[in-house]
C-alpha cells in the first residue's frame, strides 16, 4: 500500500516512541494496538480478518482484536455447519475472537461451554447491541437489557461457562432501547460485577440503528462507571483520526472499528500508526485497491473450501465499499457487483485505470447505509417492567432462529 506522511490531530503529533495508549487487557491477552474489530454479520468472516490483521501487522505493531461474525448459541448448540464456520478460525489467528448472541441463559452456557471445551476460540463476546428488527421484537439484541434479570443471567451463564479454562468474556452493547428507555450504565456495572473482562458501547439507541451522531459522551458517562475493568468506544469511527478523538474525548481504554473498515482493511495499518503515536497513513491508489480486492477473492474461497462461486457471491457486497471515491464507471461496477468467477474478477479488475491514484475526501467518511431513526420493534408490554415475564419465554426463544442472529 502507498503511505504517506499528514498532519494529525494534537493527540497523535508526538515523537516515533509515544504510545498513544497503554496496551489492552482482556483476561489473560495483551492487546498492544487498543483497537477491535468489530463482528459484522456476512462481513468479517475468517477472510476479511485475515486483510485487517495483515495490514495491522504491515506497521510492525500488534494488529488488534479480530472479532467474528455474530453467531447464535442456538445454532452452536445444535452444531449448525455454518454456525461452526463462524467459529473455525486461521491457524495464525491469535487471539481467536468469537461473537455470541443468546436470549436464554441455558443455551449461552452450553455454546460457551462448547467454545471452551473444543478449543475454538480465545475470548468470547456477548452481543446485546444488534438493532436489527427480527431480533429486538422477540426481544433480542439491543432489547435485552431491559429484563435485567434476563440480561445478569446471560451474562453470569457465559462466565461461568468460561472460568474453567480462563477464556474472557466481554459484552458489547447499546446505549438502550431509545432516550427514554437507556440501559447501557446499569447493564455495564451489572457486567463488571459479574466478571467480564471489559464493556464494549456503541453509542447509539437501537431507535437510531445507524443514523445520526453517535454520542460519545455516553461513553465518558459509561468509562466514569465501570472502573474495574476496560471500557471501549464503538460509533462513527471513520479514521485514525476518529479513533484518536474518541479517546480523548471519552477516556475509553480502547475503540471498536466497525462499518469504518468496510472495504478498507487498511484502515488497521492507520490505526496502528496512529496509536504508536506516528502520523503516517495508508493512501492506496486504484492499482493498490485492485490488488487487495483480488486477494480477497481468493481469501473468500478458500473460507468456502474451495466454492469459486460461493466465495465470489459473498464477496459482491464489497464492491461498492472498495471503490468508494475511486474513477470507476457504473458499468465496471454493475460488472464487478455480479462477478461469478476469479478469472472475471481479475479481468474486470485489470480494465480499470489502475494508475488513478488515491481520490481523497471521497474516498473517506461513512461507509454502507446510515438509514434513518425507526420505532424499535419490539414485543408487545415489553416496557411495562424490568423483570422477566414467563409469558415472554417462548418468543425469546425464537429470536435465535437463525445461525448469525443480524
Partial sequence: MGRVTATTSPLAARTESSRVLPPLHIGPHVIETPVVLAPMAGVTNRAFRTLCREAGASTGEHPGLFV???????????????????????????????????VDPVTVREAVRIIVDEDRADHVDLNFGCPVPKVTRRGGGAALPWKRDLFAGIVRAAVEAARPAGVPVTVKMRKGIDDDHLTYLEAGRVAQDLGAAAVALHARTAAQHYSGTAEWEAVARLKETVTDVPVLGNGDIWSAEDALRMVHETGC???????????????????????????????????????????????????????????????????????????????ARRALAMVSTLAELRALLDDLDLDSPYPGEPAEGQR???????????????????????????????????????
Fill in 368 to 406: 454502507g447505509r446510515a438509514g434513518s431513526p425507526r420505532q424499535p420493534h419490539l414485543p408487545y408490554g415489553w416496557l411495562d417492567s424490568r423483570e422477566l415475564d414467563g409469558a415472554f419465554a417462548e418468543r425469546l426463544r425464537e429470536a435465535e432462529l437463525s445461525v448469525s442472529g443480524g
Fill in 68 to 102: 467474528a461474525e455474530m453467531v447464535t448459541s442456538r445454532a452452536l448448540v445444535e452444531r449448525n455447519p455454518e454456525a461452526l464456520r463462524i467459529v473455525t478460525f486461521g491457524a495464525d489467528e491469535s487471539p481467536r475472537s468469537a461473537q455470541v448472541y443468546g
Fill in 253 to 331: 481504554d480502547g475503540v471498536v472499528v466497525g462499518r469504518g473498515c468496510q472495504g478498507r482493511p487498511w484502515l488497521f495499518a492507520d490505526l496502528a500508526a496512529a496509536f504508536a503515536g506516528r502520523p503516517d497513513r495508508v493512501r492506496p491508489g486504484l492499482r493498490e485497491v485492485a490488488g487487495t480486492l483480488y486477494r480477497h477473492g481468493e481469501l473468500m474461497i478458500d473460507y468456502f473450501d474451495g466454492d469459486e462461486g460461493k466465495g465470489m457471491r459473498d464477496l459482491r457486497k464489497h464492491m461498492a465499499w472498495y471503490l468508494k471515491g475511486y474513477p470507476v464507471g457504473g458499468d
